[in-house]
């Protein structure tokens, strides 16, 4: 994608939209600066722009010129969409607002810290993430629509870049494909019991008044993201939940009771309903996860290393033992092949940089030669489970200049996107031309990208 044009989706990332005041040296509260169409920008929204975009690590040079032009290009999009009547999945909306936080509270450790540096409560947070979705995936359908027609012809990718020299093309990073079979170690009936008693006493004491759910999820929920917030995981769409979890949550009624035990991939859970609105319901939850013995760890590293053995000697093939001796769901069916979506073309592949693997199996690989199986190990998997694996090489691409015989896909992807950023530059170049905007006399003397805001 166009680095102007990432820039435009980073701002849309953040949710611009926000209407909380800001104070400037002048005493100031808020003004506006812009108005594009009947649509004004705040300058309270360029400040939410330029800090939100520190906090996803970009650099934005001269950001008082950039961002309100980029505000601007984002109101042409948002309008053109509403011309359109572009809808937005309400489900996949909160399913991506409630990754975000996730991601949010891995990245600085704690809800708390996540509010410190956003400035925002975690409800207010959601609220903006979710606003943020609805603009990005908006904006991804307007510009889909005007880049419908741009083809890429093979000659065409030949001619732009045969007089390229050569290390001005693209170069791609080492990537590697790997398969993988995984054993959960078994848990022990007793252990299983213990959890499950703990629960039920945990609801007892819910059900009786004698405690709050709310306080017992901080205490001792082992679902750290939302224990700290009393177990609340918010308002929730059925796919957002894995089905054994979402079918008890949606099935409560009375706010007052508490769930019967439902097992999950993650352990054991206790829910309690804290309100519905239509679609989606809004419950707490206490997570337990059974220990799992030392033996039963060392019992799974056993017998992967024996299918390990039998593979190398001829007995199967990997692919062959995947689809029948793994625990991996995500992969079993794939010949244990892993997979990942490739944020470039946003479809899945199994080719992965390292950067990008499961650490502890990107720590294995590294070493590994193609053809190779390693003996088993164990890793905490993207669920949280600490599982045993073992994993076979099946190719490494090393790192190199991108060549029209190993990577056509790649450059014919960079001629595509420079075609379809033509196509949008165009488009936007028009709709300056042809919008009512006004800009606050201060805030003209700026270096903009493209001609015409000045009216």
Known sequence: MNKNFLSLFLLALVGITTATAQHRDDGVVDEVIWVVGDEPILLSDVEEARISAALYGEQIDNPYSVIPEQLAIQKLFLHQAELDSVEVDEAAVIRAADEQINRAIQNFGSRENVELIARKTITQYREQQKQMYRNNEKVRQVRSKITANVKVTPAEVREYFKNLPQDSLPFVPTQVEVQIITSIPRVEREEVERVEERLRDFARRVNSGESEFSTLAKFYSQDTGSARNGGELGYSGRSQWVPEFANVA??????????????????????????????????????????????????????????????????????????????????????????????????????????????????????????????????????????????????????????????????????????????????????????????????????????????
């Open 250 to 455: 949606f099935s409560l009624n009375d706010p007052k009771k508490v769930s019967k035990i439902v097992k999950t991939e993650f352990g054991y859970h206790i829910i309690q309903l804290i309100d519905k609105k239509g679609d989606r319901v809004n419950v707490r939850h206490i997570l337990l996860k059974p220990e799992i013995a030392e033996s039963e760890f060392e019992k799974a590293t056993a017998r992967l290393d024996s299918i390990a053995d039998d593979i190398r000697s001829g007995k199967f093939t990997f692919d062959e033992a995947a689809p029948i001796l793994s625990d991996d769901k995500e992969t079993r069916n794939n010949h244990g092949i892993m997979s990942h979506l490739d944020e470039a073309s946003y479809s899945p592949t199994s080719r992965f940089q390292m950067k990008d693997l499961v650490p502890d199996v990107a720590k294995i690989v590294e070493h590994m030669q193609p053809g190779e199986v390693s003996k088993a190990f164990r890793m905490t998997n993207e669920k949280g489970q600490e599982v045993c694996a073992i994993v076979r090489l099946k190719n490494r691409i090393e790192g190199h200049r991108a060549s029209m015989s190993e990577d056509f896909q790649l450059l014919k992807d960079i001629v595509y996107e420079k075609r379809c950023e033509e196509v949008v530059e165009k488009w936007i170049a028009d709709k300056v031309k042809n919008t009512y905007v006004r800009i606050n006399p201060n805030w003209r003397q700026a270096d903009f990208k493209y001609q015409g805001w000045i009216k």
